[in-house]
């Protein structure tokens, strides 16, 4: 049974940095791409950030860019997120997702499992 945990959202003031974790089990984790969804109320799922399945290529939405960090831990089947300089408009639920394949895809149905979400509230 494939799970996708994640953790580490919360409430933070603007400015402030938190770092989300997703644990997964129950599949091949270090030869499949990777990568961080968000949904805000009322708006689309949009693609934040992802990574390759060796860690050496990532790729971000320009709206994180320079702000926020993708990485991956294959020995832990762990994959992160680092989010600093957050922002109002960061506001969302935050879900990690991996494909069956080792390349990001922007588009979240290239993505075939799911985590639960976390959510990241940003005050101003």
């Known amino acids: 049974q494939v799970q996708l945990v994640e953790s580490g959202g919360g409430l933070v003031q603007a400015g402030g940095s938190l770092r989300l974790s997703c644990a997964t089990s129950?599949?091949?984790?270090?030869?499949?791409?990777v990568a961080w969804f968000r949904q805000a109320p009322g708006k689309e799922r949009e693609f934040v950030a992802g990574i390759n399945w060796s860690g050496d290529s990532t790729d971000y939405a320009n709206s994180v860019k320079g702000r926020f960090t993708i990485s991956r831990d294959n020995a832990k089947n762990a994959l992160y997120l680092q989010m600093n300089s957050l922002k109002p408009e960061d506001t969302a639920v935050y879900y990690c997702?991996?494909?069956?394949?080792?390349?990001?895809?922007?588009?979240?149905?290239?993505?075939?499992?799911w985590g639960q979400g976390t959510q990241v509230t940003v005050s101003s």
């Open positions: 997702a991996v494909r069956s394949l080792a390349n990001v895809r922007t588009t979240p149905n290239e993505y075939r499992y």
């Open positions: 129950g599949l091949t984790f270090s030869n499949r791409a």
